[in-house]
């Protein structure tokens, strides 16, 4: 059970609404996590502004961030955020297969070396970022991945890290 009350489009301030008409837009419904942030105004739109900035902007694809999104957030045991990338994976047409794929052995998924490279790499970052080596950094740019790309990589990364441990301490319900 939810330790705080999600706000609808009716009850949440002036100050939030028209950040709820955004999320509305780009999803065709709020999900809780933001019916949560709602509570905070500024923060619900400085989460949104930052889910746009790294998930629906950049050079990598929205297969890979779904993926890094999903993965770290099973390596953290957020199970809203699990169901609710695997539901953005399907979305974009990757199929139960490849998602399964994705989930058991993301090797055996559809993505090339670089991706499979960057991938690994935000997961590392996630689970022992003071293990990692400038040999990662050296192996991961033989791949073809660019400074950009790092950044990205672990942005997706850093965002979900962050939503992952706020949707756990509230224990916001999966919506999806």
């Known amino acids: 059970m939810a330790r705080i009350d999600t706000l609808d489009a009716v009850s949440v301030s002036d100050e939030a609404k028209p950040v709820f008409q955004e999320i509305e837009g780009a999803f065709g419904r709020v999900p ?11 923060l ?5 502004n930052k889910v746009k900035a790294v998930m629906m902007q950049g050079s990598l694809s929205r297969k ?10 099973r390596d953290n045991s957020c199970a809203y955020c699990v169901a609710a ?3 953005a994976l399907k979305s974009i047409s990757v199929s139960d297969e490849e ?3 994705i989930k058991e052995d993301v090797e055996r998924a559809d993505f090339n070396a670089k991706e499979q490279a960057l991938i690994h790499f935000a997961r590392k970052a996630n689970r022992e970022p003071l293990a990692i080596t400038g040999e990662a950094f050296h192996s991961l740019r033989e791949t073809g991945a660019n400074d950009a790309e790092i950044i990205e990589a672990l942005g997706v990364m850093e965002v979900f890290t962050s939503f992952n441990k706020f949707l756990d301490a509230l224990q916001v319900e999966i919506d999806f």
């Open 64 to 73: 890979v961030k779904e993926a890094i999104a999903v993965l770290v957030s």
């Open 32 to 42: 809780n996590l933001f019916k949560t942030y709602a509570h905070h105004p500024a």
């Open 44 to 48: 619900l739109a400085a989460n949104w």
């Open 99 to 101: 998602i399964r794929n």
């Open 85 to 87: 990338h695997t539901a």
